[in-house]
């Protein structure tokens, strides 16, 4: 039997990484597939002590996560991820830890996120006052060959290329 796979949703702050994820992870419990999706909102409120986000902060908590990422999806679990992983590095050290891997790409434009808003994360990095903010502050490092690029969350023909590539 085929090891699981890693989902890596990667893209800007409310681009619609965790809708995306739950959209394919509510598809693969349809399908009878084990999955679990791994958002990186609740796993850091779960994490003790919490993990902030600064650069230091950011190198360990997306270590951990890649890691987590990978031990379960050995355990044969199609593991969806859904996190901004600003840097290549975090999902290049990702790929290099899971048995399969796949990076989607959700392309969306910085304006349409901030509209999109509703935990009030933009303003704060736009008056200077959320250090290290990726797409505003920080750099956001978009995948250079995505597996999938998505345009947000809704994306059903990204979820039906994810569907496929998990097969």
Same mark, same amino acid.
């Given at each position: 039997?085929?090891?699981?796979?890693?989902?890596?949703?990667?893209?800007?702050?409310?681009?619609?990484?965790?809708?995306?994820?739950?959209?394919?992870?509510?598809?693969?419990?349809?399908?009878?597939?084990?999955?679990?999706?791994?958002?990186?909102?609740?796993?850091?409120?779960?994490?003790?002590?919490?993990?902030?986000?600064?650069?230091? *902060?950011?190198?360990?908590?997306?270590?951990?996560?890649?890691?987590?990422?990978?031990?379960?999806?050995?355990?044969?679990?199609?593991?969806?991820?859904?996190?901004?992983?600003?840097?290549?590095?975090?999902?290049?050290?990702?790929?290099?830890?899971?048995?399969?891997?796949? *990076?989607?790409?959700?392309?969306?434009?910085?304006?349409?996120?901030?509209?999109?808003?509703?935990?009030?994360?933009?303003?704060?990095?736009?008056?200077?006052?959320?250090?290290?903010?990726?797409?505003?502050?920080?750099?956001? *490092?978009?995948?250079?060959?995505?597996?999938?690029?998505?345009?947000?969350?809704?994306? *059903?023909?990204?979820?039906?290329?994810?569907?496929?590539?998990?097969?």
């Amino acid at each position: 039997m085929k090891p699981g796979a890693v989902v890596w949703i990667t893209g800007l702050p409310c681009s619609g990484k965790s809708s995306l994820g739950q959209r394919l992870q509510s598809r693969l419990t349809q399908m009878g597939k084990a999955s679990i999706l791994l958002d990186s909102d609740e796993i850091r409120y779960a994490m003790v002590p919490r993990v902030g986000y600064s650069p230091q *902060e950011r190198e360990g908590f997306y270590e951990t996560l890649a890691r987590l990422a990978a031990l379960l999806s050995q355990q044969r679990i199609h593991v969806i991820v859904a996190a901004t992983s600003h840097r290549a590095a975090y999902r290049k050290r990702a790929r290099g830890l899971a048995p399969r891997f796949i *990076e989607v790409h959700v392309q969306t434009p910085v304006e349409e996120c901030r509209q999109r808003d509703s935990k009030g994360l933009y303003a704060p990095a736009h008056a200077g006052n959320a250090p290290w903010f990726p797409g505003v502050v920080e750099k956001y *490092e978009a995948p250079e060959k995505p597996d999938i690029v998505a345009t947000g969350g809704f994306d *059903e023909s990204a979820i039906e290329r994810a569907l496929a590539a998990l097969a």
